[in-house]
């Protein structure tokens, strides 16, 4: 019914990450600059191939084509086909692609954006990865079934749609996304109902994508940049929290802040764009309102496992996953093209943060002093009981990430409270992970779809659930409560996930454990793609 998802409160701690990164990232390359350590080889192209994360980021992609929106083309899914291809007609737009949000069949305009920032992301850094397991393919076309549809979604410079499709509606239907008769009304922010996060969120969801298309689809790649700058513009000079503004989406995707999107995105434009009043714009004149630089308060998560607090550390770890780029912006920046010069001020702005960053790193690795104990048995990060894996997901997407920063910069090590750990102690952490997630875990099941012997048959996913000639109208609940594992395979979708136990329930009524959704396997590919081979470099950075 749509997975749970809170945005938190939390602006100024993920700025506080946003600068630490970027400070890591200065230290990184000065560092080098000064003192030659040669202590690290020197990551080169892909190396062998791991052919079981190889496998598993194949599986994976293949749910985005699960969850298409729109009119297929070359559609492999044997059991899904067209749909929705009325969305956006009521405002005379074309809103049939994206993607469906979960086990449902909405279109949420935030979490869709941040899908795609999330896939952008991880192709930008492992592109040359994907292609060594031919998967660069897969992973670009939908990137581009979403970027059409943002595209789309805004069709003047303030006015943006955020949401296809009625929750009230669309919940009280069980059906195939290929039989939907219901209504789907399409919802917008605009200067009166302003929504400064999610047109944040896309400007940095388009600006990233841009520079993913830069080489291949110049013309694309510059409409995308366009509407970035516009919607850049739109969140900041109309500037609301669009759940305020329209409270009925609070339901799902609540939002209750946006200085941390409105400098993700100026971070994501610095680097599509090199105008440094984007970084000035992050580091300098919005990096005191938004980020109130503290002293972090990152190890208290163990603390505030209860209620909303849970879920503004969901969306805290979500949106870290983000803040990351940063790094990579100005190592590619100093690190490579040398002459871009700061002022004091946005070093400050980018030193005050860099201990944050590695004090993210030194709670996840689980032989640090400062280590989070919320974890299962079976060694899985574990902090909320809804869709229990994007917590492990997003954190070893950041910890491969920051090991392979770390490399490329011949960073050699971070201090945990005085205990010394290594990229590669931050790597065996990720595959610690995700080798749980594959099937390394007390229950022996593989939690992503398709992938392995054993795998949750009961997936909670409507197309999944339905026999393809069945044509149920809103009225299919009896697929919701049959039995029977599913007729169709949802195939790369990554379930729930286990409870604090390490067990799971594989029942399709169970949609805490049950429901995949889209974001979640974007982090899931970026986390692979790391992964897939034995030394990893961003290949954006040649
Ligand atoms: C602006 O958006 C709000 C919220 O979606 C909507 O109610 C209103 O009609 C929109 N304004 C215009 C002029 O379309
Ligand atoms: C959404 O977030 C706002 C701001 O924190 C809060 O006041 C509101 O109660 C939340 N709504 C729901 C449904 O959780
Ligand atoms: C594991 O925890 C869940 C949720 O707390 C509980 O329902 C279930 O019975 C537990 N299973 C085992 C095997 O202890
Ligand atoms: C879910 O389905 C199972 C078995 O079909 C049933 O025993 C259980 O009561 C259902 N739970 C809910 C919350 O509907």
């Known amino acids: 019914m749509g997975a749970k998802y809170t945005k938190g409160c939390t602006g100024w701690l993920i ?11 200065v230290f990184f390359a000065v560092k080098k600059k000064h003192h030659h350590r040669d202590v690290l080889p020197v990551p080169g192209p892909p190396g062998a191939l791991d ?12 749910f985005f084509q699960v969850q298409k929106s729109g009119k297929l083309v070359d559609n492999k899914i044997t059991w899904r086909g067209d749909s929705a291809l009325d969305d956006g007609k009521e405002a005379g737009l074309d809103l049939s692609k994206g993607m469906y949000d979960a086990g449902d069949h909405m279109k949420f305009g935030f979490p ?14 492992y592109g040359d990865q994907m292609s060594a397991a031919k998967q660069l393919d897969p992973a670009l076309d939908a990137l581009k079934w979403i970027t059409d549809y943002l595209i789309n979604a805004h069709p003047s410079d303030n006015v943006l749609y955020v949401q296809v499709g009625d929750p009230d509606i669309d919940h009280k239907c069980w059906e195939r996304p290929e039989t939907m008769t219901d209504n789907r009304p399409v919802t917008q922010v605009n200067k009166s109902a302003p929504g400064s996060d999610v047109a944040a969120e896309t400007a940095a969801a388009m600006a990233a994508a841009s520079l993913v298309f830069k080489s291949t689809d110049s013309r694309y790649s510059d409409v995308l940049l366009r509407h970035a700058e516009k919607l850049f513009t739109f969140a900041d000079n109309y500037r609301g929290i669009y759940s305020n503004s329209i409270p009925k989406v609070q339901t799902f995707y609540n939002s209750t802040g946006y200085g941390d999107e409105l400098l993700w995105a100026a971070s994501w434009l610095y680097h599509a764009t090199g105008d440094q009043s984007y970084l000035n714009y992050a580091t300098v004149k919005n990096g005191n309102t938004f980020a109130d630089w503290g002293r972090p308060t990152w190890f208290s998560w163990d603390d505030k496992r209860a209620g909303t607090q849970v879920h503004i550390l969901v969306h805290y770890v979500i949106l870290l996953l983000q803040e990351f780029k940063l790094i990579f912006i100005l190592l590619s920046r100093v690190h490579f093209f040398g002459a871009t010069q700061f002022s004091s001020g946005e070093m400050n702005g980018l030193r005050s943060y860099r201990d944050t960053a590695e004090a993210v790193m030194c709670g996840l690795l689980p032989d640090s002093p400062t280590a989070t104990s919320s974890r299962t048995e079976g060694g899985l990060v574990w902090i909320d009981e809804w869709n229990a894996l994007q917590h492990p997901v997003a954190a070893s997407f950041l910890a491969v990430v920051y090991s392979d920063y770390m490399l490329t910069s011949r960073t050699p090590e971070i201090q945990c409270s005085g205990k010394t750990f290594t990229p590669s102690d931050l790597r065996t952490f990720a595959t610690s992970q995700v080798d749980y997630i594959l099937g390394n875990n007390p229950m022996k099941l593989s939690y992503l779809v398709g992938y392995g012997d ?13 026999p393809v000639d069945a044509n149920t109208g809103c009225k299919g609940f009896q697929w919701l409560s049959s039995t ?18 390490d067990s ?14 889209t974001y979640n396997n974007a982090a899931l590919v970026g986390l692979l793609s790391g992964l897939v081979t034995t030394s990893s470099v961003a290949t954006s950075l040649r």
């Open 15 to 25: 700025v506080l990450v946003v600068a630490a990164l970027v400070v890591a990232a």
């Open 51 to 62: 052919q079981k994360y190889a496998d598993a980021l194949g599986v994976a992609l293949q």
């Open 112 to 125: 869709m954006a941040y899908t795609a920032t999330v896939l952008s992301w991880s192709i930008l850094e």
């Open 454 to 466: 054993s795998y949750p048959q009961q997936v909670h996913h409507r197309g999944a659930s339905i």
């Open 484 to 501: 029977e594992q599913n007729p169709n395979v949802a195939t790369g979708a990554l379930v729930g996930g286990p409870f604090k136990n």
């Open 504 to 517: 799971y329930i594989d029942l399709r009524n169970n949609s805490m454990q049950s429901e995949p959704s």
